[in-house]
T-cell receptor, first 109, second 112 residues
Framework: GQNIDQPTEMTATEGAIVQINCTYQ??????LFWYQQHAGEAPTFLSY??LDGLEEKGRFSSFLSRSKGYSYLLLKELQMKDSASYLC??????????WGAGTKLIIKP | IAGITQAPTSQILAAGRRMTLRCTQD?????MYWYRQDLGLGLRLIHY???????GKGEVPDGYSVSRANTDDFPLTLASAVPSQTSVYFC???????????FGPGTRLTVL
């Protein structure tokens, strides 16, 4: 079967760095997405990785290792507005997105 | 409008009633999707359409139907609602499949 695992909840301090991990087992792989979802709102796109390595975009970076079925999202200089759920999603061999349940990130002052 | 709109924003529905959730996008995206999101389960794909005139079944299609008569609209119909269909429903679109998906604001549906 297809499976995506992420921690359910994480807590971090304002100004710090946090890494949210995602491991996946899917039928085929055609890319990995990270989305941010604030409570009561729709998911919004953060990053896309299809090749191994690190993609940096401002305070957010995303890493992929296809051989290990592993990705992480790194958030630097945390701000209170970063409190949200972070969703990992993998594109399978049918080019459909398989979604993880999301990681709720709580930022404390 | 810009992006994706969904209607209604929320709805309380009696079990057994028929309901259509509306979704319209103005980005001329080829692909559109319907998801439901339940606490602890993440987003689950109900139906999708890779281009106007075609539709496909996702992970949880039972009890739902869709149509894609044109590029912009992708309505989701519950023929006879049941309480297990209580959920938040998101419509999304992307330029192609899979692509970066853009989401509508969601419809919160409660079936009693």
């Amino acid at each position: 079967g297809q499976n995506i695992d992420q921690p359910t909840e994480m807590t971090a301090t304002e100004g710090a760095i946090v890494q949210i991990n995602c491991t996946y087992q899917t039928s085929g792989f055609n890319g990995l997405f990270w989305y941010q979802q604030h409570a009561g709102e729709a998911p919004t796109f953060l990053s896309y990785n299809v090749l191994d390595g690190l993609e940096e975009k401002g305070r957010f970076s995303s890493f992929l290792s296809r051989s290990k079925g592993y990705s992480y999202l790194l958030l630097k200089e945390l701000q209170m507005k970063d409190s949200a759920s972070y969703l990992c999603a993998v594109t399978d061999s049918n080019y459909q997105l398989i979604w993880g349940a999301g990681t709720k990130l709580i930022i404390k002052p | 409008i810009a992006g994706i709109t969904q209607a209604p924003t929320s709805q309380i529905l009696a079990a057994g009633r028929r309901m259509t959730l509306r979704c319209t996008q103005d980005m001329r995206h080829n692909a559109m999707y319907w998801y439901r999101q339940d606490l602890g389960l993440g987003l689950r794909l109900i139906h999708y359409s890779n281009t106007a005139g075609t539709t496909g079944k996702g992970e949880v299609p039972d009890g739902y139907s869709v149509s894609r008569a044109n590029t912009d609209d992708f309505p989701l119909t519950l023929a006879s609602a049941v309480p297990s269909q209580t959920s938040v429903y998101f419509c999304a679109s992307s330029p192609g499949a899979p692509g970066n998906q853009f989401f509508g604001p969601g419809t919160r549906l409660t079936v009693l």
